[in-house]
């Protein structure tokens, strides 16, 4: 696939007549240099990224094909990494219980 000029001169024309025709037009008064500002600064943004968005379509970046015993191993390894950080979490929240019940338990002593 390659690129449409027509595309890019639609665009180009498109955001040209926002950021460089539109702010001829801004009435007068005291804000017309900042809408100004923000007409040319939006447009000229929009179309940069329309832009970067159209030309990565050209190249596109395609994942690595991976093996079917790659895609198992991974598979496997990942649920192990999950059941670990599972119990992780479970032994952090058993302490934090306990350690608020102790506390709870030294205020009541306490009073």
Do not use: H
């Not at 240099?33 to 596109?60: K, V």
């Not at 979490?89 to 302490?95: E, H, M, Q, R």
């Amino acid at each position: 696939m390659g690129a449409s000029i027509l595309a890019v001169i639609f665009f180009t024309l498109f955001w040209g007549v926002i950021g460089l025709v539109l702010p001829i037009y801004v009435p007068k008064g005291v804000n017309r240099g900042i809408l100004q500002l923000i007409l040319i600064l939006t447009a000229f943004t929009c179309w940069l990224f329309w832009l970067c968005c159209y030309m990565a379509q050209m190249n596109p970046l395609i994942g690595p094909k991976l093996s079917q015993n790659t895609i198992l191993m991974m598979a496997r390894e990942w649920v192990n990494i999950i059941v670990c950080c599972s119990y992780i979490y479970i032994f952090c929240l058993i302490t934090l219980l306990y350690f608020l019940q102790s506390n709870r338990d030294l205020e009541t002593e306490s009073q």
